[in-house]
C-alpha cells in the first residue's frame, strides 16, 4: 500500500474511531440508543442509503404502502445500529445478557452432533442480531467460529477482528485459504456459522425473496461431504430493543447442494417476511451495483 493510501484509510478511520469511542464510553443501554438514534437519522437524511432501502422494499414487497416501507426503514435503521455498536463492543455484549436457552429442534440436533463428536454448519443471514446466536452457544459451551468478510479499512479491520474474536474463533476470511481452515476445523468436529446472503460473484442464482441473488453453494457441499448438519439459526431483536432471542430451527435435509442452500435461503426469507423490520435493507443483496440503471 502506498503512503498515500495508508495515510487517506487513517484520515477516514479517525472520524469513525471518534464516533465508536464517544459510543463506547456511554452506559450500555445509553451507548445502544445512540447507536440507534444515528443510524436512523443518517438512513432518513443521506438519500444514497434511503434510495437503496426504498428500492429493495419496493421490489420485494411492490403493494407496501409508502408510509409502511418508512415504519420499515426505521425499524431496521434502529435495529442494526443496535447490532452495529453491540458487534463493537461484543465483550459487554456477551456479559450483559442472560442469554435463553436456544429453542428449536435445531438446538436438540446440535448438542446431540457436538456428543457424537461432530462438527456443525449453523446458517443464518443479516437479521435481527445475528452475533446473538455464537454469543449465546458460547455460554453454553460451545465455541462457533464463522467465516466473514474483512472491511477494507485496516484501522476498522483490526477493530472489528478483535471483537468478533471475542464471539469465538476461528474468524475466517471468505477466500481460498479461509476456506481450506473452515474445512480443517469442520473436520476437527468444529462448529461454524456462515451468513448466507451475501452477494458471491459466480454464484448459483438462488431464489431470495422472490428474485435471484447470487449464492454460493459451499456450505451445503461441505454439509454433504462430511455429513454435518446444516441448521437455520437467528437471533431475534425483542420490542425492548436489547433482548435477543436465539432460535435453531431443524437441519436440513441432506440433499443436494443446490437444494440445501435453496432451503436455506427459503427460511432466511421465511424470516424476513414476518419481521420485515429486522433484516439489513441496506445489503446490496441483488446485484453488486446500484449505480445506473441497474435493478436490485
Known amino acids: 500500500m502506498s503512503v498515500a493510501g495508508g495515510i487517506g484509510e487513517l484520515l477516514a478511520w479517525l472520524p469513525q474511531g471518534a464516533l465508536l469511542g464517544l459510543a463506547r464510553a456511554l452506559p450500555y443501554r445509553a451507548r445502544l440508543g445512540f447507536a440507534a438514534m444515528f443510524l436512523r437519522t443518517a438512513v432518513a437524511v443521506v438519500p444514497d442509503l434511503r434510495g437503496r432501502v426504498e428500492g429493495n422494499l419496493a421490489m ?8 409502511a416501507r418508512r415504519r420499515v426503514r426505521s425499524a431496521m435503521a434502529d435495529s442494526f445500529g443496535r447490532t452495529f455498536i453491540e ?37 443464518s443471514g443479516h437479521f435481527g442480531q445475528w452475533e446473538g446466536v455464537r454469543a449465546a452457544l458460547g455460554e453454553r459451551g460451545i465455541e462457533v467460529g464463522a467465516l466473514y468478510r474483512p472491511v477494507k479499512n485496516r484501522y476498522l479491520q483490526a477493530t472489528y477482528f478483535e471483537n468478533l474474536c471475542e464471539g469465538g474463533t476461528p474468524m475466517l476470511g471468505r477466500d ?25 460473484k459466480g454464484g448459483e442464482p438462488v431464489d431470495f425473496l422472490g428474485h435471484p441473488a447470487p449464492t454460493g453453494l459451499t456450505i451445503a457441499e461441505l454439509a454433504l461431504k462430511y455429513g454435518l ?40 426469507a421465511a424470516r424476513v417476511r414476518a419481521m420485515p423490520g429486522q433484516y439489513y435493507w441496506l445489503h446490496r443483496r441483488w446485484v453488486k451495483d446500484f449505480g445506473g440503471n441497474s435493478g436490485r
Do not use: C
Not at 60 to 67: D, G, L, V
Not at 99 to 110: H, Q
Not at 177 to 190: F, I, K, P, T
Not at 239 to 266: C, F, N, W, Y
Open 60 to 67: 420485494i414487497f411492490p403493494e407496501m404502502p409508502p408510509e
Open 87 to 123: 458487534i463493537f463492543s461484543m465483550a459487554a455484549f456477551r456479559r450483559r445478557h442472560a442469554w435463553n436457552t436456544p429453542t428449536g429442534p435445531g438446538w436438540e440436533a446440535l448438542q446431540a452432533a457436538q456428543a457424537e463428536g461432530k462438527g456443525a454448519i449453523l446458517v
Open 176 to 200: 481460498r485459504q479461509g476456506v481450506r481452515e473452515l474445512v480443517r476445523h469442520l473436520r476437527g468436529n468444529g462448529v461454524m456459522a456462515i451468513l448466507l446472503d451475501q452477494y458471491v
Open 229 to 268: 448438519p446444516l441448521i437455520p439459526v437467528y437471533g431475534t431483536r425483542q420490542p425492548d430493543g436489547v433482548s435477543v432471542v436465539i432460535d435453531l430451527e431443524a437441519p436440513i435435509p441432506h440433499t443436494t447442494a443446490r437444494e440445501m442452500t435453496q432451503a436455506a435461503a427459503d427460511s432466511l
